[in-house]
């Protein structure tokens, strides 16, 4: 099992993150959980500390696709652009092999693919992956480490 340690959040500047969709949702909705966590202000606040502090996020071609379930591409580049602006946002590609990785594990352990694969990802790039999602949490915890966002 992975586990993150102290060292990871002690230091906030050169961090690396690699966020689940449902983060990207939570801020851009402001959305709140069914017992009604502010997800969407924890996302938030965790938004402003990247940019803050200057580090970086990390994402895919698989968030995109994830995103065009619900939002517009006009939606999606108003997500996305603040944070181009500011420099943190950071486009990686998905390698064959990542792909390939992703789909048995998903098949494995009867997950989403595209969980998988982020998770695969932040492993990969040595990120800090973020989400409130209680199954990549628990269940890719030895692929990476998963931390929510209000705990950063």
Same mark, same amino acid.
Not at 13 to 33: G, M, Q, V
């Given at each position: 099992?992975?586990k993150?340690?102290? @060292?990871?959040?002690? $230091? ?5 993150? *690699? /966020?689940?969709?449902?983060?990207? !949702? ?12 502010? *997800?969407?202000k924890? +996302? ?17 071609? %698989?968030? %995109?696709? @994830? *995103? ?22 950071? !486009?990686?590609? %998905? ?12 098949? @494995?352990?009867? /997950?989403?693919? =595209?969980?998988?694969?982020? =998770?695969?990802? =932040?492993?990969?790039?040595? +990120? %800090? ?8 949490? $628990? ?14």
């Amino acid at each position: 099992m992975y586990k993150l340690k102290k @060292e990871d959040f002690g $230091n906030l500047t050169n961090k690396k993150y *690699l /966020l689940d969709t449902c983060i990207w !949702r939570d801020f851009y909705e402001d959305r709140f959980s069914k017992i009604n966590r502010p *997800l969407g202000k924890y +996302a938030h606040d965790l938004f402003m500390k990247i940019i803050k502090n200057k580090n970086k996020i990390y994402f895919s071609d %698989i968030i %995109i696709r @994830e *995103l065009r379930k619900d939002y517009s591409e006009q939606d999606i580049n108003e997500m996305l652009t603040i944070f181009f602006m500011n420099g943190v946002l950071i !486009r990686i590609n %998905i390698s064959g092999e990542e792909h390939f990785e992703s789909k048995k594990l998903s098949k @494995e352990r009867n /997950l989403p693919y =595209a969980d998988c694969l982020i =998770a695969i990802q =932040a492993r990969n790039y040595d +990120a %800090i992956l973020v989400s409130q999602d209680t199954h990549i949490i $628990n269940d890719l915890k030895d692929i990476v480490g998963c931390v929510r966002p209000e705990k950063i």
